[in-house]
């Protein structure tokens, strides 16, 4: 099963892209459907959570790992969508991002 994310619709192309150049299956779909993810673009550093991804905030080593698992992506490519969005992994004790 592949995970999907809800995109608005000015940066649902980009990471389409994005996603499709790294090899990572993930489905984009329009904000407001039927999602696993919701991505959320903002300005302000809000804390991301297994539900949302705050574009420019932050998440907890632990919870990314959740989300990985929860979208179906190896921790890895998890790693690079965070980068893509801009957000900043905290408190993470092995290393994995």
Do not use: H, W
């Amino acid at each position: 099963m592949t995970g999907t994310l809800g995109v608005p619709g000015d940066l649902r192309a980009a990471l389409s892209e994005f996603l499709a150049a790294e090899g990572i299956r993930l489905a984009v779909v329009p904000t407001g459907d039927d999602c696993t993810v919701q991505v959320v673009v903002g300005n302000e550093r809000r804390r991301c959570g297994l539900r949302r991804l705050y574009t420019g905030g932050f998440i907890a080593c632990e919870t990314a790992r959740s989300m990985a698992v929860k979208l179906g992506v190896r921790t890895r490519q998890m790693g690079k969508l965070l980068n893509f969005l801009n957000i900043k992994v905290r408190n993470c004790g092995l290393g994995c991002f």
